[in-house]
């Protein structure tokens, strides 16, 4: 972030930290958002994206998750994150 900010966008503001790939049978999955959470706190997004079929089915059929399959797992963890940066975004006077 403080390399991008300081040669390419020095207004850029990180909302958050974002799980991803995260497989909730895992225990090293839970292990490294445990501990991830515990070091940046409040920074880390609530929403956690899955690791899921459909989500890598998506990405080779070169279309995003809300239209390949948006009843799937991984599209409403998206929409969900969506919704919390809408509401993040809304604490900094709607600039998300």
Known sequence: VRLVKKGLNPSLIMMGILLTMFDKRNNLSH???DEVRRHFGASV???VIPRNVSLSEASSH???IILYDIRSKGA???LE???EIILK???KGGQA
Do not use: R, T, W
Request: glycine share 16%; hydrophobic share 30%.
């Open 31 to 33: 292990q490294v958002a």
């Open 45 to 47: 997004f609530q929403s």
């Open 62 to 64: 070169g279309k995003p």
């Open 76 to 78: 409403q963890s998206y």
């Open 81 to 83: 994150l969506a919704k």
């Open 89 to 91: 975004g809304g604490d």
